[in-house]
């Protein structure tokens, strides 16, 4: 029985964070370099990593990596590894070697610890009662993916983790210089007469010559280098294509209803909308409140009110948006004093106060359908556009496999086949692995059978957008360094771009020049520049088009009245002069301190325990104790690109 199911309650959060936190960091992109280097001849087969003898195996990774897109809206996405698995296995790799820092250090996380952990996580604590034994298991394994031994593990690694970096951090501090320093930077204020010369006004004034083009291209042609690219030859057939081919007689429509009676066979029915006070969790006096509310609004119903609007307003269930819609029910599906009164009352007619464990209900019901049977004229047409839809999808997928047996026995007639059994063959342009094809469109299944054919062989069917394909490849141009024809128009749009940012800087250096000798905006606009004029401004504001306050620290330490130099934000060019400075006031100090320094502390205590992870890192590949399977790794990004 594990420590956690004691009922004990104290709320700390901060150890979990650092497990939660990890796994949605991990999504975005880490900033210290991936493993490189070290022993790499060790780890073998599936081992990708091996730390002082402990090994991160493909499984791990993959079991990690998994997790990270647990929640994301898109699932899964194999595509995505390639972008994430080489610091994801960097960050593995620094986790264990801290944990074996942290054993040959004695730190170690008591039994107490992980359950104070466990209480802290207010979904298997509620209210600071434990959900018991086997609903945490459960919710556990919900929420995170984990059973309760893993999840364990990893909170208890978690906590070793905290351990470390507090060890780690213990002496870091933040003296009172520092504190200053920020209030001011936060707090000092700058105002500046300023012009932004953006370099896409200029790109219409760019000159471009086949010789500075070629010029421009020779410097690295590898920079536009083509990736491999295919042609297909294809026919495809719609549901379009197919429809005309497909009847459905009167006589088989009457046969389709007589056989599937027990379908339309209506039961009693009333269609309802409804407004809900909830009141589960209420204490007495809270629901008595709750029913004065219900039954006002009830009154306000029978003086004419408008039952949707008010259900909108009131109702707190989720059809409240619908204006307490429900739609048609029958007997059984609701709570029974629900299902009672709503089947006792008139069309039009609304209940009054209704009581279940849900809260209380007033009951508007719309419609009223005893129990028959439809008539054959009331379904006929969903009969009809039953049948021919599934018609439709079996004579496609009947067309489409015969055409693909005949075309793949004889590739070189794939014209003449197509012909003969009335469809039209196509070709494509040449595409690149993940790019939409014109007609065929975006298709997984398309693109990866595209880039696994031979030359003239014959692949599908292939479901796309628009209905089923049989392709051939016709075309294969291999990852190549073009020539300029080739990609003219790509170079010549960075040749533009590129002359634009110089053309920016001339002119910014020009306004530097004459703002010198002459008024800053009447230089400006002689040069065909709008200045702007600035509000007060810290370093930690935004400046309109100038960027933010702390990437134009001149304007803090320059004098009233005096030029920046030329300033590169993003692709602009910013100039500036001084207008005024407004210090900071001291008596906001002591209000602002407190809070500067934990801020400041939490910031040094990050940057420092990140510099030691990294060289402890450096560390164990100086001293073998890491060794990594770069060719395993290899085999591993590649065993995605086919998922």
């Known amino acids: 029985m594990f420590l956690f199911f004691r009922k004990k309650y104290d709320v700390i959060k901060r150890y979990l964070m650092i497990f939660f936190l990890g796994i949605v960091c991990l999504s975005m992109v880490i900033v210290m370099a991936p493993i490189g280097g070290g022993d790499t001849s060790t780890p073998q087969g599936n081992v990708l990593a ?29 595509r995505m590894v390639p972008l994430f698995a080489p610091s994801l296995l960097d960050q593995m790799v620094i986790d264990q070697i801290l944990v074996q820092q942290a054993g040959k250090m004695g730190v170690v996380v008591t039994d107490a610890e992980v359950m104070t952990a466990f209480q802290g996580i207010p979904w298997l604590y509620p209210g600071g009662n434990f959900v018991g034994a086997a609903q945490a298991a459960q919710m556990i394994t919900e929420n995170t993916g984990k059973t309760l031994p893993q999840f364990e593990a990893l909170v208890r690694e978690s906590l070793l983790q905290d351990k470390m970096r507090a060890i780690v951090t213990d002496g870091v501090e933040v003296t009172p210089a520092e504190v200053m320093a920020q209030f001011h930077r936060r707090n000092d204020k700058a105002k500046i007469d300023y012009v932004v010369v953006d370099p896409s006004q200029s790109i219409k004034d760019v000159k471009v010559t086949p010789e500075a083009l070629e010029a421009f291209f020779k410097k690295d042609p590898d920079h536009y280098k083509l990736p491999e690219q295919r042609q297909l030859r294809y026919v495809m057939i719609t549901t379009d294509d197919v429809r005309p081919r497909v009847t459905v007689t009167d006589a088989e429509l009457h046969d389709y209803y007589t056989q599937h009676l027990s379908d339309y066979r209506v039961p009693d029915r009333v269609k309802v909308a409804h407004i809900l006070f909830k009141t589960t969790g209420k204490t007495p006096a809270e629901i008595a409140a709750i029913e004065k509310t219900a039954a006002d609004v009830l009154n306000q119903i029978r003086a004419g009110a408008n039952f949707g609007d008010l259900a909108k307003r009131y109702s707190e269930d989720s059809t409240a948006q619908a204006g307490g819609e429900l739609g048609w029910i029958v007997h059984g599906q609701t709570v029974q004093n629900f299902e009672s009164t709503a089947f006792s009352l008139k069309p039009g007619e609304v209940s009054g106060l209704v009581k279940t464990e849900y809260g209380i209900h007033i009951i508007k019901v719309e419609d009223k359908q005893v129990a028959h049977l439809e008539t054959f004229e009331e379904v006929s047409g969903s009969i009809r556009d039953e049948l021919e839809k599934q018609r439709i999808a079996d004579l496609q997928d009947s067309l489409t496999t015969s055409l693909a047996t005949q075309l793949k026995a004889n590739p070189q007639q794939f014209d003449d086949i197509v012909r003969k059994a009335g469809f039209v063959s196509r070709e494509t342009p040449l595409f690149k692995y993940n790019q939409p094809v014109p007609d065929l469109g975006k298709s997984d299944g398309l693109e990866n059978l595209t880039f696994q054919l031979r030359l003239n062989e014959v692949g599908g069917p292939v479901s796309v957008p628009r209905g089923e394909a049989v ?44 703002a010198k000798t002459e008024d800053f905006d009447k230089a400006a606009k002689s040069l065909g520049l709008t200045p702007k004029l600035s509000n007060d401004f810290s370093q930690n504001e935004y400046v309109e088009g100038a960027g933010n306050g702390s990437q134009l620290t001149g304007a803090f330490t320059l004098n009233p009245g005096q030029l920046s130099e030329v300033i590169t934000v993003g692709s602009n060019k910013v100039l500036f002069k001084v207008v005024s400075h407004t210090p900071a006031n001291d008596a906001d100090f002591a209000a602002q301190r407190d809070q500067i320094e934990e801020e400041l502390l939490s910031q040094k205590r990050s940057l420092e325990f990140e510099i030691y992870r990294q060289n402890l890192k450096e560390q164990f590949l100086r001293s073998g104790k890491l060794k990594l399977n770069e060719a395993g790794m290899k085999q591993f990004l590649a065993s995605y690109q086919t998922e």
């Open 50 to 78: 091996s730390v002082g003898g402990a090994s991160i195996t493909t499984m791990d990774l993959d079991t990690r990596m998994r997790d990270q897109f647990r929640n994301s809206p898109s699932g899964f996405d194999p």
């Open 471 to 514: 392709i051939q490849l016709i075309q294969l141009s291999p990852e190549h360094t073009p020539t300029l024809d080739e990609v003219r128009p790509q170079v010549e749009e960075d040749f533009r771009h590129q002359d634009s940012i110089t053309l920016a800087q001339d002119k910014a250096q020009k306004l530097l020049e004459l």
